[in-house]
């Protein structure tokens, strides 16, 4: 099957890739290398486009008739939340925007199928242990609002012309799956951490009284190894399977898919994490909370192991030794 990967030159695109070109797929990536790196893209091949311009929607019409394209596993956004808050319109033309260009030019050349990078980011602050795919959404920034949009503007266009589409919700993403595809962007706890210890600081756990049992913040951290064949899954789901959105599902319940472990970890679990694998002690600075840090984000993910029939199979230890690894081999 012929698949276009937009991002695909980033950390997990790069990931995604490198699965599907291991099981034949061909692979073609759509990416302004804004964020990415052309070496990272193997021997799929690369067009240099910036999805947000008006005129890459004719580009990409060609592009994916030309190739003739089955799918679209669409990526490329921009994902820094204190930039999205100083930048708005930029970051809704990007995210956005760059979306409804890549849609215009699907439903032009006739590509059946998506897979949309979502963000549990669309859930804000919530309330409940465990985050349902029907929870409500209550995204506290553009970058999440962003994601929000993305996730109507997909389930609309799949009304609009019968279009199969999944939208996946990803948690924390963290590890590397192989050596050489490290995270470049310290965005989330694991690479922070990693930082801070290389650099020969201790790393900053915001809240040590939340309610949780060992008082700090508690996430779902999945591999992005894990992620990365969930989009397989998803891909095979679309491409073969169907998923129409169903007007009737109700709330959350068609085509929207949680991506994370389903176990939380602490903060104080994740430096621990980081003591075991790096063999030295890591003594944290407590700082007082942050204003709006929910004290849980785990996912619920029944609904990705019925739907995909895929579960992640590796754990805390292993992101974090995984990061470690890569960025020894990145130096
Ligand atoms: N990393 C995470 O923890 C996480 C969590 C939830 C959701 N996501 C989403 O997953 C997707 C991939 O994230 P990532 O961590 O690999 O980020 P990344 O920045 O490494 O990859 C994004 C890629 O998109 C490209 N890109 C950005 N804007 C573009 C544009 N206008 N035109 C063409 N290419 C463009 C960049 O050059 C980059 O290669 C994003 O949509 C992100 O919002 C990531």
Known sequence: ??????????????????????????????DDLSNGRADRVG???????????????????????????????????????????????WYYRQNVGGLAHVLEAMERADVPSLVF??????????????????????????YGETKLAGEWLVRDAARAWGMRCLSLRYFNVAGAGW???????????VPLVLGRIRAG?????FGSDHPTPDGTCIRDYVHVLDLAQAHIAALDHVALAGAVVDDD??????????????????????????AVATGAPVVPELLGRRAGDPPQVVAAVDRAVDVLGWRAERDLAEIVRSTVRAEVAAR
Do not use: C, Q
């Open 117 to 142: 990078s979502s963000s549990a980011a669309v859930y804000g602050a919530p309330s409940s242990a465990l985050v349902t795919e029907a929870s409500p959404t209550a995204p506290m920034n553009p």
């Open 43 to 89: 021997d799929a091949r690369l067009e240099v486009a910036d999805l947000a311009a008006d005129s890459t929607v004719d580009r990409l019409a060609a592009l994916f008739r030309e190739v003739g394209a089955r799918a679209v596993i669409h990526l490329a956004a921009r994902k820094r939340v204190d930039e999205s808050l100083t930048r708005p319109t």
């Open 249 to 274: 599902a109700g709330p959350g319940a068609d085509h929207v898919l949680n991506i994370g472990t389903g176990v939380g970890s602490s903060v104080l679990e994740v430096l621990d994490a980081f």
């Open 201 to 205: 600081l201790p790393p900053l756990v």
């Open 1 to 30: 099957m012929t698949v276009i990967v937009t991002g695909g030159a980033g950390y997990i695109g790069a990931h995604i890739i490198r699965l599907l070109a291991a099981r034949g797929d061909d692979v073609v990536v759509v």
């Open 179 to 189: 050596d050489d595809l490290h995270d470049p962007a310290a965005l989330n706890l």
